[in-house]
T-cell receptor, first 109, second 110 residues
């Protein structure tokens, strides 16, 4: 079983809609969770992190963590074409980071 | 702002050449990482270092070596480049906490 799993998509949403990206992880002891955005040909950029159960909001982005079910989600409200990218979930364990393979999101104007 | 820089954005090398990829971070981070990223395979960890002169193998260390002589600099070495090492190479650094990536080096081995 992979440490971190994501639905690879592709996920398409119309402009203005809510995009929902999901990630599950295998290590019950994981304490922190990160979301990265990666545009085509570019390196991953950290956009959100969450440590506690519940929701964390930052502008149009909301990270949701459910430790009991071992999943973390990223919601993007009022999706814009500029949000079109691959979104990577990352979970650190010890000194290493485990990344999902990413979900490709396309926002259709 | 955390800054991670890599020596080249694009690099073209011939089979059999020795290749050096350099990475420098300016945030005094203990941990540094080298990944490669290929379509459909995601990010794969090659090596990481948690201190000067310390290194650990990642998932795919074969054909690579690393060097960390100073805290801010982490080098990836391809001893004898092969075509299957054509890839995007990403360096990252972290505290216990967030991990930040450099801009990446697109390496082509012909």
């Amino acid at each position: 079983q992979k440490e971190v799993e994501q639905n690879s998509g592709p996920l398409s949403v119309p402009e203005g809609a809510i995009a929902s990206l999901n990630c599950t992880y295998s290590d019950r002891g994981s304490q922190s969770f990160f979301w990265y955005r990666q545009y085509s040909g570019k390196s991953p950029e950290l956009i959100m992190f969450i440590y506690s159960n519940g929701d964390k909001e930052d502008g149009r982005f909301t990270a949701q963590l459910n430790k009991a079910s071992q999943y973390v989600s990223l919601l993007i409200r009022d999706s814009q074409p500029s949000d079109s990218a691959t979104y990577l979930c990352a979970v650190p364990t010890g000194n290493q980071f485990y990344f999902g393979t990413g979900t490709s999101l396309t926002v259709i104007p | 702002d955390v800054k991670v820089t890599q020596s080249s954005r694009y690099l073209v090398k011939r089979t059999g050449e020795k290749v050096f990829l350099e990475c420098v971070q300016d945030m005094d981070h203990e941990n540094m990482f080298w990944y490669r990223q290929d379509p459909g395979l995601g990010l794969r960890l090659i090596y990481f270092s948690y201190d000067v002169k310390m290194k650990e193998k990642g998932d795919i260390p074969e054909g690579y070596s690393v060097s960390r002589e100073k805290k801010e600099r982490f080098s990836l070495i391809l001893e004898s480049a092969s075509t299957n090492q054509t890839s995007m190479y990403l360096c990252a650094s972290s505290d216990p906490g967030e991990q930040y990536f450099g801009p990446g080096t697109r390496l082509t081995v012909t």
